[in-house]
């Protein structure tokens, strides 16, 4: 075990996140964790994260330093440097400018977390003060044109600081100088994997609910699926998952979604198939934020209904990831679209939460499926927004406007896949605009639908890019919609990025 202690840097997660990579378990724990409980964890290795603030403002964040007295290996990044110098009799200075971004390393010493690396290296930089002067007893192990001590060590009491973030990727030999710590100093093994993950989230899910009863609203995307088959692991027959058909998934979505969980799993799972009430709910409505509005809104009406059906539940569990976790926390942007996600219920219900999945990232996820043996169809699917193909049919959702474009969408995903070109975009999808155009289909005159092809590149949905499909695939894709999909005439590629457009159209 290694012991991440959080001083509120913005990498927090991410220095953990790198700690799995190598093999290692860690945890992450508050600044003043008491120094019994940091102790009796009994860690190999400690790691300061980074942090906004100056050692010298009265907020600052400390932590008992008996911690350096424990014999146990401690690594300072950034923030935890300065405050491992300042408490040990070192010097930290406010520069007048900050060193942010891009800067080039120069190694002093060849030893310690620099044994593995080049004498001159790229790391990444984002801090305001520095240090001046270490404290007795450590050595400056490397300097950067403006920092004098870029990072330093006292290899008898092992102890380490970096100003700069090896944690990220902009310090392509930062995992290098990690498992130097890691493994040379710290001694750890490295044999921690997923699997090890599974056993550990087990305890933990078995350890929170006892033997109370679980809800989960689930809809076959690879975050609540991974969570409910996780919770199922734990307490088996305690949960009880509730998939809702709103009418508006993709072609094969429902039964994929059933066959999978019930005949696969052997899981309890309620299927509520609400179709016809959602579509007398967004009869004649065309605003794209309506349709957000009406269709979230119904959506926690049936769950609730299913809810109380199943009697008493104690817990809920949702698909929370680490990204969630910041973004809700961090939230100040405005409101673009209102975001409807399967489990974003009403805060009346009372239920208390179970997330084993909030300390991971989107491709940890993906790894953590393959563990639990779910479907490739689940591991790799793209995003898909709450409200469905709902918002893919711009103007009026009626029965025949979804069936063009749920063939349509069916034939993208198709074309896409032959390609091999699925795991390799953000998202590919069909799109309905309310037009019509004119066409000529063998001899006769045709008006019919226009199809819009939308397939775009993305780390994480804020922004995105265009793909530059090959023209043989467009062409594809263009065909089998206008010969196979009866209603349409025209196809056409969205080749706009985000920002200005958006990904969905609505
Ligand atoms: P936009 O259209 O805002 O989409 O560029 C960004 C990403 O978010 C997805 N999206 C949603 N996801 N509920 C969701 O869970 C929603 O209501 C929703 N609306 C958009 C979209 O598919 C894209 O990946």
């Known amino acids: 075990l290694v012991i991440i202690m959080d001083f509120g840097g913005q990498y927090s997660q991410l220095i953990a996140r790198r700690v799995r990579e190598c093999g290692v378990y860690c945890e992450i724990v508050p600044f003043n964790t008491p120094i019994e409980k940091l102790a009796a964890m009994n860690a190999k290795g400690i790691v300061f994260s980074g942090g906004p603030s100056s050692v010298y403002s009265e907020q600052a964040p400390v932590c008992d330093t008996k911690v350096f007295e424990m014999g146990v290996p401690v690594l300072g990044i950034c923030y935890g440097m300065q405050f491992m110098a300042h408490t040990l009799g070192g010097k930290v200075s406010h520069a007048d400018t900050r060193e942010y971004g891009n800067t080039k390393l120069y190694v002093d010493l060849n030893q310690g977390i620099f044994s593995e690396t080049e004498k001159e290296t790229q790391v990444w930089m984002s801090h305001g003060d520095y240090i001046e002067a270490a404290p007795a007893g450590f050595s400056v192990t490397a300097h950067t044109k403006s920092t004098p001590v870029a990072a330093m060590a006292d290899e008898q009491k092992r102890i380490y600081g970096v100003q700069f973030h090896p944690e990220v990727v902009h310090t392509p030999e930062g995992m290098k100088m990690l498992k130097s710590f890691l ?49 199922h692991r734990a307490i088996g027959d305690q949960l009880t998952c509730v998939f809702v058909n709103h009418g508006f998934l993709r072609k094969g979505e429902p039964e994929q979604v059933v066959k999978t969980f019930r005949d696969g799993f052997h899981m309890n799972l309620v299927y509520a198939n609400v179709v016809d009430r959602f579509m007398k709910r967004v009869e004649g409505v065309t605003d794209p934020e309506q349709k957000r509005k009406i269709i979230g809104e119904e959506f926690i009406r049936v769950f609730e209904a299913e809810a109380e059906k199943l009697g008493e539940i104690d817990f809920l569990v949702q698909g929370t990831l680490y990204p969630d976790v910041v973004e809700s926390g961090t939230a100040t942007a405005a409101v673009i679209k209102s975001h409807h996600n399967v489990g974003g219920l009403p805060e009346d219900m009372q239920f208390a939460l179970v997330e084993p999945l909030r300390d991971l990232f989107k491709d940890e996820v993906r790894a953590l499926a393959r563990e639990l043996e779910l479907p490739e169809d689940i591991v790799w699917r793209q995003p898909f927004p709450g409200p469905g193909l709902a918002i893919r049919i711009i103007g009026e959702i009626t029965e ?56 775009v590149s993305s780390e994480d949905g804020m922004t995105a890019d265009w793909v ?10 263009s065909r089998r919609i206008v010969n196979e999909v009866k209603g349409v005439n025209r196809v056409v590629y969205d080749i706009t990025s985000k920002p200005p457009s958006t990904i969905e159209w609505e």
């Open 400 to 455: 025949e406007r979804l069936d063009i474009l749920r063939e349509a969408d069916a034939i993208v995903h198709q074309e896409i896949k032959k390609a091999d070109l699925y795991r390799k975009v953000w998202q590919s999808f069909a799109i309905l605009p309310a037009m019509k155009s004119v066409g000529v289909m063998g001899d006769e005159r045709t008006y019919a639908y226009t199809v819009g092809l939308r397939i």
């Open 468 to 477: 530059r499909l090959p023209y043989e695939v467009l062409d594809a894709i």
């Open 183 to 231: 493994f040379s100093i710290c001694d750890c093994k490295g044999d921690w994997n997923m699997g090890s993950f599974v056993d550990q989230a087990i305890q933990a899910i078995k350890a929170q609910v006892g033997n109370k009863r679980v809800l989960c609203a689930l809809s076959g995307g690879i975050d609540s699926s991974v969570a409910a088959v996780l919770v």
